[in-house]
Nanobody
């Protein structure tokens, strides 16, 4: 059974940083596209970062330059570094794996398996 478990969320003030982790079990991410998404209350889930095997990444414009996605294929873990956080970054953050399509990107319909989410709250 494939499972993705996120951790690292919390409550911080604007300008601070967090590091989210997503441990994947039952599935090797070594040659696969992986991603991070978030859902803000009242809005649709949006793709914010994706990481291809070997390095290429894609970011949503809203987080470009502030967030960084990385992966440790030995630990089968995906990370998302959130820097210079803003109140509008508040939301539930989800990791995703098992892409249905070739290539790699932040389209929500791409991924088959999702984690349960970790909440990030940013106060001004």
């Amino acid at each position: 059974q494939v499972q993705l478990v996120e951790s690292g969320g919390g409550s911080v003030q604007a300008g601070e940083s967090l590091r989210l982790s997503c441990v994947v079990s039952g599935y090797s991410i070594g040659s696969e596209c992986v991603g991070w998404f978030r859902q803000v209350a009242g809005k649709e889930r949006e793709g914010i970062a994706a990481a291809s095997p070997g390095g290429p990444t894609e970011y949503a414009d809203s987080v470009k330059g502030r967030f960084a996605v990385s992966r440790d294929d030995v630990k089968n873990t995906i990370y998302l570094e959130l820097n210079n956080l803003k109140p509008e970054d508040t939301g539930m953050y989800y990791c995703a794996a098992r892409s249905k399509w070739s290539g790699c990107g932040i389209q929500g319909g791409r991924f088959v398996t999702w984690g349960q989410g970790t909440q990030v709250n940013v106060s001004s």
